[in-house]
C-alpha cells in the first residue's frame, strides 16, 4: 500500500521561509518521479515543482527561484524549502509519487499571512 504524509505547513509570515517534507512508503521511491502541487480555494490543483529519478527538476514560473524541490532517497523523503513566501503561497500542498500509477499525499496547509 503506497503512502505519502506531508508534514511542515502552518502558518507563516510574508518573506518567511518553511519547509514540507513529503515521507513515502510502498512505492520504489528511487524510480519514482516525485512532485509537489497546490491548490488554492476556488482554483485547480497546479503544479509547483517535479524531480526525476535523476535528480532533474522542473518549477512553476510562479515559485521559481524561491522555492526548491529535493529528494533523499535513503530515507525516502521528498521536500521543498520556501522561501520568499507570498500571500499568494498560500494553498493546501500535495506530494505526489509517479510509479507506474499516480498516487497523492493527504495534502498540508500553507498560510502566508500577517
Known amino acids: 500500500q503506497v503512502q505519502l504524509v506531508e508534514s511542515g505547513g502552518g502558518l507563516v509570515q510574508p518573506g518567511g521561509s518553511q519547509r514540507l517534507s513529503c515521507a513515502a512508503s510502498?512505492?520504489?521511491?528511487?524510480?519514482?518521479?516525485m512532485g509537489w502541487y497546490r491548490q488554492a480555494p476556488g482554483k485547480q490543483r497546479e503544479l509547483v515543482a517535479q524531480?526525476?529519478?535523476?535528480?532533474?527538476?522542473i518549477y512553476a514560473d510562479s515559485v521559481q527561484g524561491r522555492f526548491t524541490i529535493s529528494r533523499d532517497n535513503s530515507k525516502n523523503t521528498l521536500y521543498l524549502q520556501m522561501n520568499s513566501l507570498k500571500s499568494e503561497d498560500t494553498a493546501v500542498y500535495y506530494c505526489?509519487?509517479?510509479?507506474?500509477?499516480?498516487?497523492w499525499g493527504q495534502g498540508t496547509q500553507v498560510t502566508v499571512s500577517s
Open positions: 505526489r509519487a509517479q510509479w507506474f500509477l499516480t498516487y
Open positions: 510502498g512505492v520504489n521511491f528511487n524510480i519514482a518521479v
Open positions: 524531480i526525476t529519478s535523476g535528480g532533474s527538476t
